[in-house]
């Protein structure tokens, strides 16, 4: 059964401190992805990992940083976390890159106090 | 630059009625489009996809699709809804640009009252 999965599904912090999301797949992807979802922003690209340690920056990459050590697991991270990044993040993973489908995860809510 | 645009945020109706979303894109190339449906407290699940060919494409659930190039345009239209329809459903479009990953519209949220 295909499937991505994240944890922690629901977390709550304190500005300052450090986060870390994971993401993990079954499928053997190639490409992964984290977006965050914003009302009235839709889901917006934060990160792409084409491979383990093969990374780069999607559209609001400041403020995270991510880390693919092996293909089936990818980390969001974020140092020192800011009220403005609580949000809903999601994972995904497709075969390879631009059009093959993307499998998402469930989403971690998080919100930074 | 790529975008989509999806002109209603929010749509009511009564189940066993048609539905159909709308769905603009913009774009110099030739699109990859997705529909993709999100039910409360979860993740995105894929309803249909159009690359090529056949302009009219069938999805899961009785969902299908229609691509015009002419209209820049991607309407997902089903025939009778369920009550289990109701979601947010997103356009989605993917360049040649692999880098910039999907774009996204902002979603419609379908409601179906019984």
């Known amino acids: 059964d295909m499937k991505v999965t994240q944890m922690p599904r629901y977390l709550i912090k304190r500005m300052g401190e450090n986060v870390l999301l994971e993401c993990g797949q079954d499928m053997s992807h190639e490409t992964m992805y984290w977006y965050r979802q914003d009302p009235g922003l839709g889901l917006q690209l934060i990160y792409i990992s084409y491979d383990v340690d093969s990374n780069s920056e999607g559209d609001i990459p400041k403020g995270y940083r991510v880390s693919r050590k092996k293909r089936e697991h990818f980390s969001l991270i974020l140092d020192s976390a800011k009220t403005n990044q609580t949000s809903v993040y999601f994972c995904?993973?497709?075969?390879?890159?631009?059009?093959?489908?993307?499998?998402f995860g469930p989403g971690t809510r998080l919100l930074v106090l | 630059a790529q975008s989509v645009t999806q002109p209603d945020a929010r749509v009511t109706v009564s189940e066993g009625a048609s539905l159909q979303l709308r769905c603009k894109y913009s774009?110099?190339?030739?699109?990859?489009l997705f529909w993709y449906v999100q039910y409360p407290r979860q993740g995105l699940q894929l309803l249909l996809k159009y690359y090529s060919g056949d302009p009219v494409v069938q999805g899961v659930n009785g969902f299908e699709a229609e691509f015009s190039k002419s209209n820049s345009s991607f309407h997902l239209r089903k025939a009778s809804v369920h009550w289990s329809d109701s979601a947010v459903y997103f356009c989605?479009?993917?360049?040649?640009?692999?880098?910039?990953?999907?774009?996204f519209g902002l979603g419609t949220r379908v409601s179906v009252f019984p």
């Open positions: 774009y110099s190339g030739t699109p990859y």
């Open positions: 995904a993973s497709s075969l390879s890159r631009g059009k093959d489908t993307q499998y």
């Open positions: 989605v479009l993917s360049g040649n640009n692999y880098a910039q990953g999907l774009t």
